[in-house]
């Protein structure tokens, strides 16, 4: 069975296009593929996610991939998804055989509902054309909006990154809870186990996380669920090493095959990363 780091990242300060990465953060500084390879043990294949909302950013991690020597198996970029000539752009990166999706940076987007004004349809409608997947980089505010999309454009395979990221270190349960089981039951998204350990506190215990990982492949189910790192965001955190054996410790009262699934095979599959699942 394949492992898969479904969610990491890389990044060269200089270009000057990461709003979020700020010198105050440890973090701030270059990260590439090299650093990251040491981390991955048994993983054999990633997908490599846009950080910075410019497609300078996506040209950089497709130059990544090409250079990864088979390790970097797709990359969800980004283009701008509001543009007038956003749809021939999709169908245009569509043509780089490593892009898999598109990430539009909901999160940082003030207008909540962003993702269904009229001016993007026309884009995410060639996502579907053209088979590439869309990640959702989302709070919980957001989850009303993406119901409503997924019920626009059925044929769109989403994939919810970081859980929404719930508030953890609060202990926030509820609207995320509920609005979560709803999209898992309505639709046929996906969602990504990551990112849980920076919503966390410093402090983070195995048992501050159960339950939202317990909640998640409950309502998913496990091949619709897929693990990733959030590397180098997850160095904020306590690092690669400890989100991962944490994610193993939490996983371990599932059987061999939906464990298989969450590590590896729903990634593979949802990406059409062609290879063994």
């Known amino acids: 069975m394949i492992q898969v780091d479904a969610h990491h990242h890389v990044w060269h ?6 709003g979020w990465l700020t010198p105050d953060l440890a973090i701030y500084r270059d990260y590439a593929l090299a650093e990251l390879r040491p981390l991955l043990g048994d993983i054999s294949a990633t997908i490599l996610v846009q950080a910075a909302p410019t497609e300078a950013e996506t040209a950089f991690l497709l130059r990544v991939a090409h250079d990864s020597q088979g390790l970097v198996r797709g990359v969800v970029g980004w283009t701008d998804l509001s543009a007038p000539r956003a749809a021939a752009r999709v169908a245009a990166l569509a043509r780089e055989r490593r892009l898999v999706g598109l990430r539009p940076m909901l999160q940082d987007i003030a207008d909540t509902h962003w993702i269904l004004l009229p001016e993007v349809q026309p884009a995410l409608r060639a996502m579907m054309e053209f088979g590439l997947r869309f990640d959702a980089l989302v709070q919980p505010r957001h989850l009303t909006s993406l119901l409503t999309l997924a019920m626009l454009h059925p044929r769109l395979r989403i994939v919810i990154d970081h859980i929404a990221k719930p508030a953890i270190a609060q202990g926030t349960w ?34 501050d996380l159960r339950r939202y990982v317990d909640h998640v492949v409950q309502c998913f189910g496990p091949t619709r669920v897929m693990w990733g790192s959030d590397w180098p965001v997850v160095d904020l955190a306590g690092g690669y090493a400890r989100w991962r054996a944490a994610s193993l410790r939490l996983l371990a009262g599932l059987d061999a095959a939906a464990r298989d699934a969450i590590l590896g095979g729903t990634a593979a599959a949802f990406y059409g990363l062609g290879v063994a699942a």
């Open 13 to 18: 300060v200089a270009r000057g296009d990461y």
């Open 174 to 207: 509820q609207p995320w809870a509920d609005a979560v089981a709803l999209l898992a039951e309505e639709t046929t998204m996906t969602c990504k186990l990551s990112g849980l350990v920076t919503e966390a506190a410093a402090a983070w215990q195995d048992d």
